[in-house]
């Protein structure tokens, strides 16, 4: 799933979010975007991150935290 989190406090560095992501789901890719705030892409749901970014110190509400639409093709039957 794809998400963008606008925070409306301060959320913990990139590298430590990162890295709660990675152990949650190796393969997640997580950045910040100054238009759209912190953009993340893991095998994860929203209450899910929410609860994650909560845990290592963020102070995010579950409106803070917008899916994305799905922009799978289907081509490789993932």
């Known amino acids: 799933m794809k998400f963008h989190v606008r925070a409306s406090r301060p959320l913990p560095p990139l590298m430590v979010v990162e890295d709660a992501l990675l152990a949650f789901d190796p393969a ?43 922009v799978c093709c289907g081509g490789c039957s993932g």
């Open 28 to 70: 997640a890719v997580v950045d910040i975007d100054p238009a759209l705030g912190l953009r993340v892409s893991a095998a994860i749901d929203a209450a899910q991150l929410v609860a994650l970014l909560n845990q290592i110190g963020g102070e995010v509400e579950p409106a803070e935290v917008e899916q994305q639409p799905s």
